[in-house]
Nanobody, 121 residues
């Protein structure tokens, strides 16, 4: 059974940082690209970032470039998202997602349950 479990969310002040983690099981982690997506209150899913199977290629949505860093530890079957310089508009539920291929994204087939990130003073 494929499982993705996010953690690390919480309440942070504007300008602060958080690191999200996503522990996965039930599939061969280093065979697949992975992504982060988010859903703000009252809005649809927004793609945030993705990383290929070995971490050698990453991609970010324009508004996250320079602030967010995606990474993975294949030995630990864990995906990360380091978020710096957080803004109120980053408030959302963040989901990790397994992609269908090793080196391409925008095509996920499994998602975690999400972790809430709230940026507020």
């Amino acid at each position: 059974e494929v499982q993705l479990v996010e953690s690390g969310g919480g309440l942070v002040q504007p300008g602060g940082s958080l690191r999200l983690s996503c522990a996965v099981s039930g599939f061969t982690f280093d065979d697949y690209a992975m992504s982060w997506v988010r859903q703000a209150p009252g809005k649809g899913l927004e793609w945030v970032s993705a990383i290929n199977w070995n971490g050698g290629s990453t991609s970010y949505a324009e508004s996250m470039k320079g602030r967010f860093t995606i990474s993975r530890d294949n030995a630990k079957n864990t995906l990360y998202l380091q978020m710096n310089s957080l803004k109120s508009e980053d408030t959302a539920v963040y989901y990790c997602a397994k992609d269908r291929h090793a080196s391409s994204w925008y095509d996920s087939d499994y998602w975690g349950q999400g972790t809430q990130v709230t940026v507020s003073s």
